[in-house]
T-cell receptor, first 115, second 115 residues
Framework: NAGVTQTPKFQVLKTGQSMTLQCAQDMNHNSMYWYRQDPGMGLRLIYYSASEGTTDKGEVPNGYNVSRLNKREFSLRLESAAPSQTSVYFC??????????????FGPGTRLTVL | AQTVTQSQPEMSVQEAETVTLSCTYDTSESDYYLFWYKQPPSRQMILVIRQEAYKQQNATENRFSVNFQKAAKSFSLKISDSQLGDAAMYFCAYRSARRDDKIIFGKGTRLHILP
């Protein structure tokens, strides 16, 4: 099992460009998440999907859109990138909901720089 | 709203010694889960240990153990016999046992291991 995979691992964008971060999991998990990690801020939830066909905003959704393409895949789109979106982005998945612990499994992260 | 606080941004410990990382949380709920995640320089988020709030017994995983004080809303991580590979950022995290399975992360503690 590959677990949670993310592409790309690194990306540099210019202000105003768009891009999509891809995430896939092969653990048959129901829930998937997108986080951003900034120095001194921990991980902040951007969007999550509790099950296929549903998505909900997290703590910092502005400037992002998501698509739960199927049970395996959950993509994050930046329509018009801004320097404030320079960050490391993590995708995660969990068995949930209604599953004990429902711990999250993380992908390796994408380092995004917006110039 | 629930919050997770890690009051020690950085800590250092001598190799083979014991170190304790602090975490406090704020919640009005009685049923929840707590986690410690490790993030080494590779950026990969790794689950270290987890605890269910209704369990009075503290969780242990090899050299890692927790001191869970429910009344004080405290969840500290003890690392015994510290090894160089323990050097990482450590995140404390909280998840409600309700249907909403979002995880709330603290801002992290960077642990340095001194040879």
């Amino acid at each position: 099992n590959a677990g949670v995979t993310q592409t790309p691992k690194f990306q540099v964008l210019k202000t105003g460009q768009s891009m999509t971060l891809q995430c896939a999991q092969d653990m048959n998990h129901n829930s998937m998440y997108w986080y951003r990690q900034d120095p001194g801020m921990g991980l902040r939830l951007i969007y999550y999907s509790a099950s296929e066909g549903t998505t909900d905003k997290g703590e910092v959704p502005n400037g992002y859109n998501v698509s739960r393409l199927n049970k395996r895949e959950f993509s994050l789109r930046l329509e018009s990138a801004a320097p404030s979106q320079t960050s490391v982005y993590f995708c995660a998945s969990s068995p949930g909901p209604f599953i004990s612990y429902n711990e999250q499994f993380f992908g390796p992260g994408t380092r995004l720089t917006v110039l | 709203a629930q919050t997770v606080t890690q009051s020690q941004p950085e800590m250092s410990v001598q190799e083979a010694e014991t170190v304790t990382l602090s975490c406090t949380y704020d919640t009005s709920e009685s049923d929840y889960y707590l986690f410690w995640y490790k993030q080494p320089p590779s950026r990969q988020m790794i689950l270290v240990i987890r605890q269910e709030a209704y369990k009075q017994q503290n969780a242990t995983e090899n050299r890692f153990s927790v001191n869970f004080q429910k009344a004080a809303k405290s969840f500290s991580l003890k690392i015994s016999d510290s090894q160089l590979g323990d050097a990482a950022m450590y995140f404390c995290a909280y998840r409600s046992a309700r249907r909403d399975d979002k995880i709330i992360f603290g801002k992290g503690t960077r642990l340095h291991i001194l040879p």
